[in-house]
């Protein structure tokens, strides 16, 4: 996807420090999905923090999205039948508009649609419609935000697809980028 938008991606191994990532000089971070228990990947929330503490523009999925909810001081926690397939309704909850999302993980940010406990920083973005789980957050002042869907899948529903958009306008407004965003 971001071929389509002509951006260079660099790719870097999963435990590169905060300084090599920012020694890349990026104009965004997108932090990937992944398999697995957030919990277990313990170095990643003080790396995000310092690339966050620097005003560069992130956006997670999946796997991104708990790690964002975990440097923030949110819980994840393991869900009892996860999330798998397509066609799982996620409430935008600024517009109340409807999206249609393919999904797989098993494990979800602790909260609900009214907050995140432990990560006051953060606001709920998103809820899933069948489980009241969260979807997706950002955070209330830095531009970072997370989806705990797959916008990027195919084929499947394309309903979270400008989610991608909304990244690359933050990454394109340079350092700090726009700040939240409705």
């Known amino acids: ?27 965004g971070v997108f932090l990937s999905n992944g398999p697995g228990d957030p919990a277990a990947v313990d170095y990643a929330p003080s790396t995000v923090r310092a690339i966050a503490d620097r005003g560069v ?6 796997l991104g999205h708990q790690i964002l909810g975990l440097t923030y001081g949110a819980r994840t926690m393991k869900m009892s039948y996860g ?15 409807v999206l249609i999302t393919t999904q797989n993980h098993g494990f979800a940010v602790e909260g609900s649609e009214e907050e995140i406990p432990g990560a006051p920083e953060l606001e709920v973005t998103h809820v899933n419609l069948n489980d ?6 950002r955070h209330r002042e ?8 797959h916008p990027e899948a195919a084929p499947g529903p394309h309903d979270a697809r400008p ?14 980028g726009s700040g939240p965003s409705s």
């Open 142 to 149: 830095k531009s970072i935000f997370a989806v705990q869907y």
């Open 57 to 62: 523009p992130i956006f997670g999925i999946c």
């Open 163 to 176: 989610a991608f958009d909304e990244f690359l306008d933050r990454v394109r407004s340079g350092p700090g």
């Open 83 to 97: 999330h798998r397939g397509g066609n799982h309704p996620v409430k935008e909850i600024a517009t109340g508009r």
């Open 1 to 27: 996807l971001f071929a389509e938008h002509d951006c260079r991606v660099t790719v870097v191994p999963a435990q590169t420090s905060a300084d090599e990532a920012l020694a890349l000089e990026p104009g």
């Open 132 to 137: 009241g789980t969260i979807e997706g957050l």
